[in-house]
């Protein structure tokens, strides 16, 4: 079992900065990847970023790529999404998600885990 915990969403203006925290625990050893999902109200949830253990690669949707970075700490216990250059459509709750094995890294069904979720609002 994995728990995770989001921290270090709030409020910011248009064209700010942000940068949200997701702490693992339990059985992170074992786990593929990482995630960042995000959803606005009415909204579906949707991809953001993720972050493979395994060789490092790196993903991201289009809408943010270019302005989100995604990483992790080598113990495969925190991964982090730093966010730049924010929008107002950027506002939604950002879940992290963690997945035990490789698959689609785009779909929320492929991972096993999940956290309960920060807000970020963006202001314009």
């Known amino acids: 079992q994995v728990h995770l915990a989001e921290s270090g969403g709030g409020l910011v203006q248009a064209g700010g900065s942000l940068r949200v925290s997701c702490a693992a625990s339990?059985?992170?050893?074992?786990?593929?990847?990482m995630g960042w999902f995000r959803q606005a109200p009415g909204k579906e949830r949707e991809f953001v970023a993720a972050?493979?253990?395994?060789?490092?690669?790196?993903y991201y949707a289009d809408s943010v790529k270019g302005r989100f970075t995604i990483s992790g700490d080598n113990a495969k216990t925190t991964v982090y999404l730093q966010m730049n250059s924010l929008k107002p459509e950027d506002t939604a709750v950002y879940y992290c998600?963690?997945?035990?094995?490789?698959?689609?890294?785009?779909?929320?069904?492929?991972?096993?885990?999940w956290g309960q979720g920060t807000q970020v609002t963006v202001s314009s």
């Open positions: 972050i493979r253990w395994r060789g490092g690669s790196t």
């Open positions: 339990g059985r992170t050893f074992s786990n593929d990847r």
């Open positions: 998600a963690a997945a035990r094995v490789y698959s689609d890294h785009t779909l929320a069904r492929s991972y096993d885990y």
